[in-house]
């Protein structure tokens, strides 16, 4: 009840009328500026970083877990990465504003406008490529904790098999290594998509309102139109495009995990 009776209210609530009545007026304006636009930004937005998390959170969560590396390691980076996964919103924009921006950029900052860009070298982090830089921060350690358990599952002994028939590190990782972690690489890939799709309060305090969430709590707020359904329906239309990544992700598990069996 908990998980499909509020799914199940924005479903009905999505083909409401603004005075009642079932229409379909919310979802066909769904397919309208700056309702499209919202929804590409943000699914670009979370694709983006959440490749770029899967890539480098793999990598860093390898170095610090194989063999041979301190013990002490792990546990700095493991609970690092605790704490890192779930620090985002104000405090999160706040602190890349305080470090990219330099106090005295900050301090004209929060005096004028939300709006107010600081370029560095022609970089600006109220941008779409700034928002994803600050996303990273919480987009790695989520997947060093996820793809942590599956690292471990590698045994020493395929490698050394692997070694003793004459293959090289790099065939290793291309005909065992990666095989064995491609489920756990696409179902964290995934988790990576959802958690920055359904992110808001870092983006908004960044002040890129051209995402979906920004735009959803915007109708919530009632600083848009007073038509709670509108926004039943764009959180519907999110909804879908999670659907849609599940379903691209079950069948390419499938074939990635032929390989296990």
Do not use: C
């Amino acid at each position: 009840m908990f998980l499909f009776l509020p799914a199940g209210q924005v479903l009905v609530g999505a083909f409401k009328g603004e005075h009642g009545g079932v229409t379909t007026a919310n979802i066909t304006g769904l397919f309208k500026q700056p309702y499209v636009g919202a929804f590409q930004n943000s699914i670009e937005l979370s694709a983006v970083t959440a490749a770029l998390g899967t890539v480098l959170g793999l990598a860093l969560a390898y170095a610090a877990l194989r063999d041979g590396t301190p013990r002490w390691i792990r546990s700095i980076l493991t609970t690092f990465s605790g704490v890192a996964a779930n620090f985002g919103g104000i405090p999160l924009a706040f602190a890349f504003i305080a470090s990219i921006g330099g106090i005295g950029i900050v301090t004209k900052f929060l005096a004028t406008e939300l709006h107010y860009n600081i370029y560095q070298h022609g970089f600006t982090l109220f941008s779409k490529t700034g928002t994803e830089i600050v996303y990273l921060y919480f987009q790695i350690p989520l997947m060093v904790l996820v793809i942590a358990p599956a690292i471990d599952g590698l045994k020493r002994e395929w490698r050394e098999a692997a070694a003793n028939l004459g293959a090289r590190p790099v065939q290793f990782w291309r005909y065992v290594g990666i095989p064995v972690l491609m489920p756990s690489i696409l179902g964290a890939f995934i988790l990576l998509f959802g958690n920055a799709f359904a992110a808001y309060a870092t983006a908004y305090s960044l002040g890129y309102q051209n995402l979906i969430t920004v735009v959803l709590g915007a109708y919530y707020s009632g600083n848009v139109l007073s038509n709670p359904h509108f926004a039943q329906a764009m959180a519907l239309g999110m909804f879908a495009v999670l659907v849609v990544m599940m379903m691209l992700y079950i069948p390419l598990n499938r074939r990635a995990a032929r390989w296990a069996k």
